[in-house]
């Protein structure tokens, strides 16, 4: 089952890596992974879905990402109401005589034309995974060139964040 966590981190060089490689080394994949800087300037956050068989499985991970000196908080953000986002680019061959139908599509996904050359177009397109991996298969048949996905990123659509975290706490 894929399992959507949110880890809050200290902005430090190496960080990410010490998130991925505990996880990875006890063979668990990760589908997605995304960090960014917060509100805060001292803090990142770091999107990850993973894929695990049971609750323990989950359970090992929030484990042991929690005693990383580094972490300040994981918060399973699953069964949370949430915004998930993702975003993707995709550069596609264009033969003249398909274009309009192209252009066609990418409204309908409210996508993006970011460019244009006689030969390829690039597409921007954000909405969840799925609606993503919907508008990808469907350009497959005009021949996907290059393509890049950020993986999910997510906040909850409560009014107070997720975690409130004070500044003096991060000294």
């Known amino acids: ?8 981190v200290e902005n ?4 990410l890596t010490h998130i991925s490689g505990l996880i ?9 992974i ?13 999107s990850l879905v ?21 972490v300040i ?18 550069k596609i061959k264009v033969e003249p ?3 309009q139908e192209i252009i066609n599509l990418t409204e309908i996904f409210r996508a993006r034309i970011l460019d244009v050359h006689p030969e390829t177009m690039v597409i921007e397109i954000t909405g969840d995974g799925e609606k993503v991996t919907a508008f990808c298969k469907l350009m497959e048949k005009y ?4 393509i890049i996905r950020t993986g999910e990123i997510f906040l909850t659509r409560d009014a107070e964040p997720a975690v409130k975290i004070r500044k003096e706490s991060l000294r």
Not at 12 to 15: D, S
Not at 24 to 32: K, L, P, W
Not at 73 to 90: G, P
């Open 1 to 8: 089952m894929k399992r959507t966590l949110s880890v809050l």
């Open 12 to 15: 430090r060089p190496g960080v």
């Open 24 to 32: 990875s080394r006890r063979g668990y994949n990760i589908e997605s």
């Open 34 to 46: 995304a960090a960014s800087s917060t509100e805060l300037p001292d803090v990142t956050r770091i």
């Open 50 to 70: 993973v894929e695990v068989v049971s609750t323990a499985q989950l359970e090992q991970i929030v484990a042991q990402l929690e005693k990383l000196v580094q």
């Open 73 to 90: 908080k994981v918060i399973d953000m699953t069964n949370n109401e949430s915004l998930v986002r993702e975003l993707a680019l995709l």
């Open 97 to 99: 005589a398909l274009r």
């Open 143 to 146: 021949g996907i060139i290059e």
